[in-house]
């Protein structure tokens, strides 16, 4: 008889449980906005005073009466400044449309991405360029990991280059799988550089510009502080990556063949077109204020550009652009998900609550216990404003202040912004961008925190430790 794969009760054998699982990145984002309407129950509601610019006024925060009667909660009432309301249970699945409207620039500017991406492999330019790469650098990822880093991560520190780097995922993926590697490596590879770009911020425009004048610091002062984490940060980075690789068992085949000649003319015009727009891209975000909808728009270019110039017919540029944008629909879905639990956390008018609560936790403490606090309270804060300059226009002007009384500089409060802001955007759920990264890799959320955690805990103690130290260099 075939034996039951049930064990009767009492019997002696045993069965293997099942090995835990993070769950699918959407069925997490659900749970993180079903536990975010819980938390508008819980939380009381509140909010600061602010200017004209949306700043923050310190010591205006007020407590709001919240109004609990169950039939203007099912009635999704909207909070005003004197009466909140906590989140309507139907807000679980009401605020993913508001999130996905509140989100679609940047939503399209992914999709068009990966259109344009589907493009650019129809051309067949885009493995042409891998091996033209590979035969430059002998197809030893020791070599080519380290100077892919550094050229990420310095876009990232010096310019403030983030959701630009979504569009090179594609290309390290393909590298990776010439070399043998997995989309791990592809992925974290461009994540670890420029989340270390971000979390050093050298001359990172979008940290520093709105940060250091609320504390009554100069924009860009302090760099050469902010300029040692940086050649400190980068090659611990670089070293994990490759002690990754190593792990994984990888061994550097000295024998492997890649096409050295020349690229073809059609291919070399269309990298042009692909190098161009891309400077373009820069120019435009640092110089012109062009925002997602028009990064979005270059991106349409750049599809159009490179069918044009790869003598592709119009079918199938159409049909390659629409298996690009396909293949986004994940990294997409999650950033308008991530903007929904900032439309709950808004409507609910706990925000400023978090941010008030913990401020209070760093005053009247000794100059290095409150940078340190510092740091931990923008880590905190950053996983309910993954937004760079959104936090610092709401977290500097109140902590600003809890610094100055404490004998804390400007300088050392943007500095533990800096830090804080950075490190928690690298395994933060609620960060759109991160799982952009992570679903654009195809890698999962699980998969990514495994392997990210022992970076993050050593880079938070070493920041820990640049924070104390800046404090008592008088920095």
């Known amino acids: 008889m075939r034996a039951s794969a049930e064990t009767a009760p009492g019997s002696s054998q045993t069965t293997a449980a099942a090995p835990f699982k993070i769950p699918h990145a959407v069925v997490m984002m659900l749970l993180i906005i079903v536990v975010t309407v819980g938390l508008t129950y819980v939380i009381p509601s509140g909010a600061f005073d602010r200017d004209k610019g949306g700043l923050v006024r310190p010591g205006t925060y007020h407590v709001i009466s919240k109004d609990y009667a169950p039939g203007d909660i099912l009635a999704a009432k909207k909070s005003s400044t004197t009466l909140a309301y906590p989140a309507s249970p139907l807000a679980v699945f009401t605020s993913i449309p508001v999130g996905m409207t509140g989100a679609a620039s940047l939503i399209f500017m992914i999709m068009f991405i990966g259109g344009m991406f589907g493009v650019l492999q129809e051309t067949g330019a885009l493995n042409a360029g891998i091996e033209r790469l590979l035969a430059a650098t002998k197809g030893n990822v020791y070599v080519l990991a380290p100077l892919l880093m550094l050229a990420i991560a310095a876009g990232g520190t010096c310019l403030g280059l983030i959701s630009e780097y979504l569009v090179l995922i594609p290309i390290m993926l393909v590298l990776a799988k010439r070399l043998g590697l997995d989309a791990l490596f592809g992925t974290a590879l461009i994540t670890i550089a420029a989340k270390i770009g971000y979390m050093t911020s050298v001359t990172n425009p979008m940290a520093l510009v709105i940060a250091q004048p609320i504390v009554g610091v100069e924009v860009f002062s302090g760099i050469w502080f902010r300029l040692i984490t940086f050649v400190l940060y980068l090659p611990i980075g670089i070293w994990f990556l490759l002690r990754y690789v190593r792990k994984s068992g990888f061994v550097h085949n000295q024998h492997l063949e890649f096409s050295s000649a020349p690229l073809p003319g059609r291919h070399a015009a269309i990298w042009s077109v692909v190098t161009l727009s891309v400077v373009a891209i820069v120019v435009g975000a640092q110089k012109l204020d062009w925002e997602n909808r028009e990064l979005a728009a270059m991106y349409i270019f750049m599809a159009v550009a490179i069918a044009m110039v790869g003598r592709l017919t119009s079918r199938s540029a159409a049909g390659a652009f629409l298996t690009g944008m396909k293949a986004m ?131 938070t103690v070493l920041s820990l430790a640049a924070i104390s130290i800046a404090v008592l260099i008088g920095y």
């Not at 005053?363 to 309270?377: D, R, S, T």
């Not at 809890?402 to 943007?414: D, P, T």
């Not at 955007?425 to 959320?445: D, E, H, K, Q, W």
């Not at 925190?449 to 805990?457: A, N, Q, R, T």
């Open 329 to 459: 629909v994940l990294p997409a879905l999650l950033v308008g998900l991530a903007k929904s639990v900032e439309v709950i956390l808004k409507d609910g008018l706990i925000l400023d609550s978090v941010i008030h609560s913990m401020a209070r936790l760093a005053e009247g403490q000794p100059p290095v216990i409150v940078a340190q606090a510092m740091v931990f309270i923008q880590m905190v804060i950053d996983v309910f404003i993954p937004s760079t300059s959104g936090k610092a226009a709401v977290t500097m002007p109140i902590l600003g202040p809890i610094g100055q009384l404490a004998g804390v500089s400007g300088q050392v409060c943007v500095q533990a912004f800096i830090f804080g802001n950075g490190l928690t955007n690298t395994i933060t759920p609620t960060s759109g961008m991160l799982l952009a990264y992570l679903a654009t890799g195809n890698v999962s959320y699980g998969q990514w925190l495994k392997f990210i955690l022992p970076l993050f805990l050593l880079l």
